[in-house]
């Protein structure tokens, strides 16, 4: 199929980048996995120092309870998803990746988009939310809604590590999240709780 294809060339592209200084600390790049022709596309930060090892996004304890928030929520495994990150290397001692690394890698994020062509993409925490939502606003303002996004609608969440700092409350903000996301996909067959009620966010 095109868009297979085409998404494995730029897999194999990705792999020799050395368009940032990450590519000089990285064990292997981290473009992502999961069904090239998902309905639901999730955007995480950058990959950690398991991720880096293995080469597949979320594989540590934050992916622990991604696949559990995926299974129980939306009854799916990561399988017929794709997960990707804003950032395809890992940066040292994990500290936030620069302005320059995610100018420098935004192009295979923005590809990964057009050719997998999600109906949901779903953001996990500030930085996938902000680069993609353009905007300066935190992730406790902008979740509890979805956007429109090209053809597609953005429901912003939390990343799950901070879900395994803070416990609770955002773990349940969390799945109220990724059930937002499961209406939109046409997966649920129940009504939306609070369906009535104001007009889901502008862009
Ligand atoms: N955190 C991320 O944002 N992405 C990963 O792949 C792993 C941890």
């Known amino acids: 199929m095109a868009e297979t294809t085409e998404l494995a060339d730029l897999a194999r592209e990705a792999a020799g980048c050395t368009r ?7 064990t292997q790049v981290v473009f992502g996995t999961g069904d090239p022709e998902a309905d639901l596309l999730l955007v995480g930060e950058a990959p950690g120092r398991d ?19 995926l299974a129980e929520e939306l009854g799916v495994d990561r399988r017929r998803c ?23 890698c935004r192009p295979y994020l923005a590809a990964q988009i057009d050719l997998i062509r999600p109906a949901v993409v779903v953001t996990l925490g500030n930085f996938a939310s902000r680069l993609l939502l353009q905007t300066d606003q935190g992730i406790t303002r902008l979740r509890g809604t979805s956007y ?4 597609a609608r953005l429901v912003p969440t939390f990343h799950p590590a901070a879900a395994l700092r803070s416990g609770g409350e955002v773990v349940a903000q ?24 104001p007009v889901e966010g502008g862009g």
């Open 148 to 151: 429109p996004f090209g053809d």
């Open 20 to 26: 940032c200084a990450l590519a000089a600390g990285r």
């Open 82 to 104: 794709y997960i990707a990150n804003v950032v395809k290397c890992r940066p040292p001692g994990n500290r936030d990746p620069r302005p320059a690394e995610v100018a420098a």
């Open 174 to 197: 969390m799945r109220a999240d990724l059930v937002r996301a499961k209406h939109l996909l046409g997966w649920s067959s129940e009504p939306e709780a609070g369906a009535v009620g």
């Open 51 to 69: 991720e880096d090892l293995c080469g597949e996004p979320f594989v540590g304890r934050s992916g622990k309870l991604l696949d559990r928030l």
